[in-house]
């Protein structure tokens, strides 16, 4: 019944995370290349633990994984947008579909949270 109000604060809370990320990235004068690859790990491990809960069908889990992937994605718009900032990424498009789909993936996350957290059973 409250289904436009979550996904409209899904699609605000993702735009206050990316507005966030943009900003820390144009502060930020530290190289953040090393982070890809431990970032990289972590979406390895999600995909492990999302796998283990089909079968596990832990509602724990699930929470924990989103709230999980909301910080790795995070991490990513933030990774992506500074290379992109450092002249490091030079190909425009892969650039652009990388922060998509961490922006997407923060998205999806969000609205699973809030679906768990924000349903009414009476």
Partial sequence: S?????????????????L??????SVIKRDLTSMGK?????????????IANIFLQSSALMITLSVLAIGIFSAFILHD??????????NYITATL???LSIYNVF???????????????
């Avoid at 431990?38 to 999302?50: E, N, P, R, S, T």
């Avoid at 999806?108 to 009476?122: D, K, N, P, T, V």
């Fill in 20 to 25: 966030g990320m943009a900003a820390l990235s």
């Fill in 108 to 122: 999806q996350s969000l609205l699973a949270l809030l679906g768990i957290f924000g349903s009414r059973e009476e």
């Fill in 38 to 50: 431990w970032l990289f790990i972590g979406v390895v491990m999600l995909m492990v633990a999302g």
């Fill in 98 to 100: 990388g922060v998509y």
């Fill in 2 to 18: 409250n289904g436009a109000s979550l996904v409209m604060t899904a699609f605000a809370g993702t735009g206050a995370i990316f």
């Fill in 81 to 90: 947008l500074k290379r992109v900032q450092d002249g490091l990424e030079t």
